[in-house]
Protein backbone atom coordinates (compact mmCIF):
# COMPACT_ATOMS: atom_id res chain seq x y z
CA UNK A 1 0.00 0.00 0.00
CA UNK A 2 1.30 3.48 -1.14
CA UNK A 3 2.41 5.57 1.93
CA UNK A 4 0.27 8.87 2.37
CA UNK A 5 2.46 12.06 1.61
CA UNK A 6 2.61 14.74 4.40
CA UNK A 7 0.32 17.27 4.30
CA UNK A 8 1.28 20.48 2.40
CA UNK A 9 0.22 23.89 2.76
CA UNK A 10 0.06 25.94 0.03
CA UNK A 11 -1.49 29.49 -1.02
CA UNK A 12 -2.48 29.15 -4.04
CA UNK A 13 -4.98 31.89 -5.25
CA UNK A 14 -7.86 30.94 -7.54
CA UNK A 15 -6.96 30.15 -11.22
CA UNK A 16 -4.00 28.24 -10.24
CA UNK A 17 -2.87 25.87 -13.17
CA UNK A 18 -2.13 22.31 -11.50
CA UNK A 19 -1.01 18.96 -12.45
CA UNK A 20 -1.58 16.02 -10.39
CA UNK A 21 1.60 13.92 -9.31
CA UNK A 22 1.91 10.78 -7.13
CA UNK A 23 -1.10 9.51 -7.06
CA UNK A 24 -4.04 7.37 -8.76
CA UNK A 25 -5.76 9.79 -9.99
CA UNK A 26 -2.75 11.51 -11.80
CA UNK A 27 -2.29 7.74 -13.84
CA UNK A 28 -5.41 8.54 -15.19
CA UNK A 29 -5.47 12.22 -15.76
CA UNK A 30 -1.73 12.25 -17.70
CA UNK A 31 -0.43 15.61 -18.48
CA UNK A 32 -3.64 17.19 -18.09
CA UNK A 33 -3.43 21.23 -16.84
CA UNK A 34 -6.23 21.54 -13.77
CA UNK A 35 -7.78 24.84 -12.65
CA UNK A 36 -8.22 25.85 -8.98
CA UNK A 37 -11.51 27.41 -8.34
CA UNK A 38 -11.29 27.99 -4.91
CA UNK A 39 -8.59 28.95 -2.48
CA UNK A 40 -7.11 26.03 -0.24
CA UNK A 41 -8.57 25.12 2.80
CA UNK A 42 -8.74 22.02 5.64
CA UNK A 43 -10.70 19.44 5.44
CA UNK A 44 -9.49 16.62 8.07
CA UNK A 45 -6.39 17.39 8.71
CA UNK A 46 -5.72 17.67 4.78
CA UNK A 47 -5.42 20.67 2.70
CA UNK A 48 -7.80 20.61 -0.08
CA UNK A 49 -8.55 22.39 -3.57
CA UNK A 50 -11.11 22.48 -5.98
CA UNK A 51 -10.52 22.12 -9.64
CA UNK A 52 -12.61 23.41 -12.44
CA UNK A 53 -14.03 19.59 -13.73
CA UNK A 54 -14.09 17.81 -10.35
CA UNK A 55 -15.94 17.36 -7.63
CA UNK A 56 -15.12 17.46 -4.66
CA UNK A 57 -11.70 18.66 -3.15
CA UNK A 58 -8.42 17.33 -3.74
CA UNK A 59 -5.23 16.58 -1.66
CA UNK A 60 -2.88 19.38 -2.62
CA UNK A 61 -0.13 17.11 -1.48
CA UNK A 62 -0.95 15.47 -4.79
CA UNK A 63 -0.79 18.93 -6.46
CA UNK A 64 2.07 20.80 -8.57
CA UNK A 65 2.02 24.27 -10.28
CA UNK A 66 1.84 23.61 -13.49
CA UNK A 67 4.87 25.22 -15.46
CA UNK A 68 3.58 27.85 -17.97
Not at 23 to 42: F, Q
Request: hydrophobic share 35%; glycine share 8%.
Amino acid sequence: MPKKQTTKNVDWPIGTKVRMVNCLEAEEAGDKIWTTRSEPWEMCGTQVVLLKGKSGGFDTSCLEVAEA
